[in-house]
């Protein structure tokens, strides 16, 4: 790893090596009342994440909320959740390098899902921006997901564990999976994997609880951190499950531990 992206890592990786981003780049998947003033809820949620997954729009309208607080993950894929005939899963890659670098990111991301007729066109265009990526030091998060049409689980061990590994091998810093449902499985996916790994986290679901557990376990197996939004802020106690997940993560502490100092 060269000089440029060992420094732009080193601003939302800490000391130990963690790190909890907090993706709000969902505003073209669903409408959400929190995305509606960018820089109000980024300032709110800038108290412990390290770094925000934004698209540029938004890094337009929240970055002065983000000086000298957290750094700018650039998403570079995009698909919206308006209804399509086509059934193949498939995210754009709609901007790149030199954007990113002009809006301040110290990281870029994009999504490739896996088992989609566009696979293999998605890997490519993920190839083809690491390469930039590497020319330009700047770090690249590729997100792997597995799509519907592929006909297994989104949290599937052996789709996921390859998933993860191809995102590797094809240029990426950090790789973003989701947490597969047990300890165990997810520690495969971690050892296949050839560089560090944060954990996606999906929909809002799940009680407080049974969330933080599981962010516990993904700790345990072999996660630098999260990368996980709306099962954050899209909760009724937002911040107060921020703060569980940023002890969890930074502090090792259990899930019991970080509900009985910040849910009650």
Known sequence: MGVGK???????INEKGKTLIMPLDHGVEGTFDKLEQMDSFVKELSCKSDAFILRRGSIKRAYKSLINKASIIMRVTCTTTVPKKDDSTYEAFITGVEEGMRLGADALVATVWFGSKEENRSIEQFGHLADLCDRYEMPLIGECLIAPESGLDSKDEKANIIAARTLAEEGADIVKVLYTGSLKSFENVVNY???PVVTAGGDTSGANMDFLKDVEDMMKGGA????????????????????????????????EKAFSNFMK
């Open 224 to 255: 630098i951190g999260t990368s996980i939004g709306r099962n954050i802020w899209n909760r009724e106690d937002n911040m107060k499950i921020l703060n569980c997940v940023d002890a969890i993560i930074k502090e090792g502490i259990s899930a």
């Open 6 to 12: 060992e420094i732009r890592l080193r601003r939302f």
């Open 193 to 195: 994997c050839l560089v």
